[in-house]
């Protein structure tokens, strides 16, 4: 681990449901990513540099987690997974930054269903998104031993989340879905 280590995450369930408590889920799959682009996978399991347990000590470390709505799903499913808090240094939830700008500067969160996903802000801003429309896809896939698709789909998520926040460092700004500029500012 280097020194100033940001890293991009992204997780899969092993399951899904409307009605489920954060522990219910399970993992199936973690991405990480760190700045230059390389990635490793995290799974639950004894499974020694690749385990869960790895993965929090590593979060641990690093200088800054950046995440699409980590802060209230992927970080508590870990945490809740692990049975235990993941302290994160800093956090910078992208999801979370669009929706705070978008309510300081007093517009409505949403222009309709899925205006602020993942795959709708990637694909107006950087002109890229998800490899499927909806992750609730991926626990069915898991089920199947369908690993690679799992695996292939949350490094993509990872691999346009760390685009987005490389765009977003770089212009300071993200495009809603009618292509006006709504300006970012990361600390």
Known sequence: MSEGEILFLDLETADAGPDMQLDQYGISIVTVMDQAGDPAFYTDGDLGDYSLEALAKRIRGADEVVTYNGANFDIPVIEATLRSPVPVLKHTDLYQEIDET????????????????????CRDTIGE??????????????????YGEVVTYNFYDVKITRKLWLFIQEHGYVLDPFGRKIDIQLD
Do not use: N
């Not at 978008?102 to 802000?121: E, H, I, N």
């Open 129 to 146: 998104g998800k490899l499927l429309d909806d992750g609730i896809y991926a626990p069915m896939k898991w089920r199947e031993q369908r």
């Open 102 to 121: 978008l309510k300081s500067m007093g517009v409505r969160r949403t222009y309709g269903k899925g205006a602020w996903t993942l795959d709708r802000v």
